[in-house]
C-alpha cells in the first residue's frame, strides 16, 4: 500500500522526529555556543561566532535516509529547524 504525503505534513512529520530526538538528549546552550549530546557523540554543535552549525555525519544520513532527502535538503532542514528552535541564525558553510 502506498501513501501519498504532501510537502507541509512531511515538514511536519520531520520537524516532530527532530523535536522528539532533542528531548532524548542533554543541551548546553551558553555564551560558547549549543551542544546537543550524550554519552556517546555530539550530534548537534552551533558556533555563535561563525554562525555555524556541526552536524555528526551519521546523523545526518540516517536523517536523508529515514526521509528520502538529498544531503542538501538534509543539511537545510536541520539548520531552520535548530535556529527555530534556539532563536539563533545559521549559516550555510560554502
Not at 18 to 46: H, R
Request: proline share 1%.
Amino acid at each position: 500500500m502506498k501513501y501519498i504525503i504532501s510537502e507541509s505534513r512531511l515538514d511536519d512529520i520531520m520537524k516532530k522526529y527532530l523535536d522528539s530526538f532533542l528531548l532524548s538528549k542533554d543541551v548546553i546552550d551558553n555564551q560558547a555556543g549549543i551542544a546537543v549530546y550524550d554519552d556517546e557523540e555530539n550530534y548537534l554543535e552551533y558556533f555563535p561566532r561563525k554562525r555555524e552549525l556541526f552536524i555528526l555525519g551519521e546523523f545526518l544520513d540516517e536523517f536523508e535516509t529515514m526521509f528520502g532527502l538529498t544531503r542538501k535538503e538534509a543539511v537545510r532542514f536541520i539548520m531552520d529547524w535548530f535556529g527555530n528552535e534556539f532563536h539563533v541564525k545559521v549559516y550555510m558553510a560554502g
